[in-house]
């Protein structure tokens, strides 16, 4: 009996385990298809989000733009882009220009005053620390699609 047992013990540790907790994998393909199907989700600023997870301190998101956003300031939240596809400008640093409260921690405005300019591509990666203003900035007619991990401190 006791042969069987062990057998059987080996033959359970041996079997596949579910995912971790907090593991998620994306292939690249699932990662540029966002473009596509956000691109019918657009709102009035023509952009579109899609949470797609969300673990401890970090969630994950998909973003399509074909217009530019609005500037963003998170008090608690440090941002990390990894562009997809299109191209844009990303403005960082500086101030908001009349900035309102749209959440707690969190303020838009139109513009920012004394930023700094970046052009992200596909395959870039940027990181926004908490408590700077950023900006995406596109020209007419440009698409910009990328993934966004947004790490709360």
Wanted: proline fraction near 5%.
């Amino acid at each position: 009996m006791k042969p069987l047992a062990l057998a059987l013990l080996l033959a359970g540790l041996a079997l596949p385990a579910g995912d971790l907790p907090g593991f998620f994998l994306w292939k690249s393909a699932e990662l540029k298809g966002f473009s596509k199907t956000l691109a019918p989700k657009m709102n009035d600023q023509k952009a579109a989000f899609q949470t797609v997870a969300n673990y401890g301190n970090y969630s994950f998101m998909a973003a399509h733009r074909e217009g530019p956003g609005e500037a963003e300031y998170h008090a608690t939240q440090a941002d990390v882009f990894i562009v997809q596809s299109g191209e844009a400008t990303l403005v960082v640093g500086g101030d908001l220009v009349n900035g309102k409260t749209t959440a707690p921690n969190e303020m838009r405005a139109a513009s920012i005053k004394g930023g700094t300019e970046k052009k992200l591509a596909a395959g870039d990666v940027v990181t926004i620390p908490a408590k700077v203003a950023h900006q995406v900035k596109l020209d007419a007619g440009k698409q910009f699609t990328y993934f966004v991990v947004k790490v709360t401190q």
